[in-house]
């Protein structure tokens, strides 16, 4: 089983900047996905953008294509891999609690590209990001 905690959440203006951290241990296979989902109150929970550990491999929502980029620190003991979410130019529409999660193994990077939550069994405990216009 993989364990996530997230950090790095908080509340800023419309305009401004975060960086989500996810710092990931127990997996025991070095090619899956990983990915930031995002539930807003009264919403259902949605793939903010996913990477297929594997290759590197990016797929983002359209509501934040340009504004976060998703990135992966993998050591080379695969112990403790750190997953971030950097996002600019915030909008109040992004505020959600902001969840990292994890996959099974994979092959490809094509099972990543739907960002289903489906896709992914194991979960952090979810940091809230507010922003205020």
């Known amino acids: 089983q993989v364990q996530l905690v997230e950090s790095g959440g908080g509340s800023v203006q419309a305009g401004e900047s975060l960086r989500l951290s996810c710092a990931s241990s127990?997996?025991?296979?070095?090619?899956?996905?990983m990915g930031w989902f995002r539930q807003a109150p009264g919403k259902e929970r949605e793939g903010v953008a996913t990477?297929?550990?594997?290759?590197?491999?990016?797929?983002?929502?359209?509501s934040v294509k340009g504004r976060f980029t998703i990135s992966q620190d993998i050591p080379q003991d695969n112990a403790k891999n750190m997953l971030y979410l950097q996002m600019n130019s915030l909008k109040p529409e992004d505020t959600a609690v902001y969840y990292c999660?994890?996959?099974?193994?994979?092959?490809?990077?094509?099972?990543?590209?739907?960002?289903?939550?489906?896709?992914?069994?194991?979960w952090g405990q979810g940091t809230q990001v507010t922003v205020s216009s």
């Open positions: 999660a994890a996959g099974g193994f994979r092959g490809s990077s094509s099972y990543c590209q739907s960002l289903s939550v489906y896709e992914h069994h194991s």
């Open positions: 127990g997996a025991t296979y070095r090619r899956y996905c």
């Open positions: 990477i297929y550990t594997g290759n590197g491999d990016t797929y983002y929502a359209d």
